[in-house]
């Protein structure tokens, strides 16, 4: 499993709520829903990062 950093994300009352009530209806904490989202944003842009046990085989 790759290695976490935590770092401060800074977002509106608004949008934190919406984030939290999503998570919720997908059963996923609020930090991995924003996991998610990230990495689906970076899937549909063709960045998402190289799996480096891919790289390896």
Known sequence: MS?????ALR???EML???E???SDEF???NGQIEWMLMKSL???KREPK???AEKD
């Open 28 to 30: 996923r904490s609020t």
């Open 43 to 45: 899937k549909d842009a």
């Open 11 to 13: 977002v509106n009352e």
């Open 51 to 53: 799996n480096k046990k």
């Open 17 to 19: 709520k919406a984030i």
């Open 21 to 23: 009530k999503w998570a």
């Open 3 to 7: 290695k976490k950093k935590a770092f």
